[in-house]
């Protein structure tokens, strides 16, 4: 008649609630990705991330300590330079962009905040792919990873306490190790961009560099098919067995089953990227009174610990750490 078996009876006060929860979400799991361009004294706006703007140096320094202050775990940083070239020569430049913003953060935050670099050409070239192009138009794999461990070696003399190679080139872990090591960093922190897939959700992101891919191109041809799952796994491992501390999956929402993949099959600390495009979806929604945003967000962040994500890379992280300091 009366059912023996109530799980209601744990959902019945907040507090309840709260000591039962089977993961949590707190500043520290938080990665706030921030752009900074070159040439900008005062921040620009970025119209599809709204809350988001292209920084200058000033203004990136009070952000970096505003979020270090609200406990955030992490920023990493993506450069948006004022002249590309064919190889994206500024990514590696110790002038260029990021290295000038990483030397301003070590000086501003120390160790308060774990600095991130993303390492990648993209925001670079001229013609906006990954790597450098051979004379068929085609990314030349081998000769970018030689351009990734530059750049690596770059950032990290400027204070970046973990790069984040985000290109999909083969052995891309490997090179940068190798030349990490060799230049006395074996301190540094890979963090692998290791199942990262071809996706439209990073249009909001590619607007924020000004990035465009030449001849209406796109990177399928070294990011991956939305169709595959073991493939992730694949990626995954070679990035591990290539010297990663910690991978990645991106984007976020569409790739819950990948994340539980992984989070069993692994033991390195695993983060999600909750990318502009899922953002701007939640943004866009929430400003026409369709949806309540923070609420959205909120779910959408717990499923990604759920689903076995130690921390969330998400354009959200100041809006929601200072939420979580209320
Ligand atoms: C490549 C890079 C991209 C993103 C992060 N690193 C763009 C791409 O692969 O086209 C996208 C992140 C986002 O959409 O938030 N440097």
Redesign the pocket.
């Known amino acids: 008649m009366f059912p023996t078996q109530r799980p209601r009876r744990l959902r019945r006060t907040a507090a309840l609630r709260s000591l039962v929860a089977e993961s949590s979400l707190v500043a520290g799991d938080l990665v706030a990705?921030l752009f900074v361009a070159e040439g900008v004294s005062e921040p620009r706006a970025i119209a599809s991330l709204p809350g988001h703007v292209q920084h200058g140096v000033d203004s990136l320094r009070r952000e970096v300590s505003a979020l270090a202050a609200l406990g955030v775990g992490a920023v990493i940083l993506?450069g948006v330079p004022e002249v590309k070239d064919d190889l994206g020569s500024g990514a590696w430049n110790e002038n260029g962009v990021t290295q000038v913003a990483l030397r301003a953060l070590r000086d501003e935050v120390g160790d308060a905040v774990v600095v991130m670099a993303?390492l990648?050409l993209?925001?670079y070239t001229s013609h906006g792919h990954?790597g450098v192009l051979r004379g068929d138009g085609e990314v030349d794999n081998d000769a970018t990873l030689e351009l990734y461990q530059r750049t690596a070696i770059a950032q990290v003399a400027a204070g970046a306490a973990v790069v984040a190679p985000?290109?999909m080139m083969d052995g891309q872990v490997a090179a940068i190790r190798r030349a990490l090591d060799g230049s006395g960093y074996q301190d540094t922190v890979i963090l692998a961009?290791a199942a990262?897939y071809a996706s439209a959700?990073?249009g909001?992101?590619?607007d924020a560099v000004g990035?465009e891919i030449v001849g209406g191109g796109d990177?399928r041809g070294y990011?991956q098919d939305v169709r595959n799952r073991r493939e992730a796994l694949r990626e995954a491992r070679l990035d591990v067995d290539e010297g990663a501390d910690i991978v990645m999956v991106?984007p976020a929402m569409t790739n819950l089953d990948v994340l539980s993949d992984l989070r069993r099959a692994l033991d390195v600390p695993l983060c999600a990227?909750h990318?502009?495009?899922e953002y701007a979806m939640i943004k866009a929604a929430g400003e026409r009174g369709w949806i309540d945003a923070p609420t959205v967000a909120l779910e959408q962040l717990s499923a990604l610990r759920r689903a076995g994500a130690d921390f969330i890379l998400t354009?959200f992280a100041h809006e929601l750490a200072e939420d979580l300091a209320r």
């Open positions: 990705p993506f993303d990648c993209d925001e990954c985000s290109g961009y990262k959700l990073y909001p992101f590619r990035v990177r990011q991106k990227y990318v502009s495009g354009y």
